[in-house]
């Protein structure tokens, strides 16, 4: 939001360039928790029951 102009109102270009950043980092937010979903499932039957060696808690 820092190039959003505050004292006009912000183009169809501003919004686009916004756009296009929140995209990038919401993507990125996904692809971290899709990971820990697969992490999650891939441990939850493993039967470890140990913190030391749990991948979800220490990866």
Same mark, same amino acid.
């Not at 990971?35 to 140990?50: E, K, M, N, Y």
């Given at each position: 939001? *820092?190039?959003?102009?505050?004292? %006009? &109102?912000?183009?169809?270009? %501003?919004?686009?360039? &916004?756009?296009?950043?929140?995209?990038?980092?919401?993507? /990125? =937010?996904?692809?971290?928790? /899709?990971? %820990? @979903? *697969? =992490? #999650?499932?891939? $441990? &939850?039957? $493993?039967? $470890?029951?140990? #913190? &030391?060696? $749990? @991948?979800? %808690?220490?990866?």
């Amino acid at each position: 939001m *820092a190039d959003v102009p505050h004292d %006009v &109102a912000p183009g169809k270009e %501003v919004w686009q360039r &916004a756009s296009e950043c929140w995209s990038r980092d919401i993507d /990125e =937010r996904i692809e971290r928790l /899709e990971d %820990v @979903r *697969a =992490r #999650f499932t891939s $441990c &939850a039957g $493993c039967g $470890c029951l140990s #913190f &030391a060696e $749990c @991948r979800l %808690v220490s990866p």
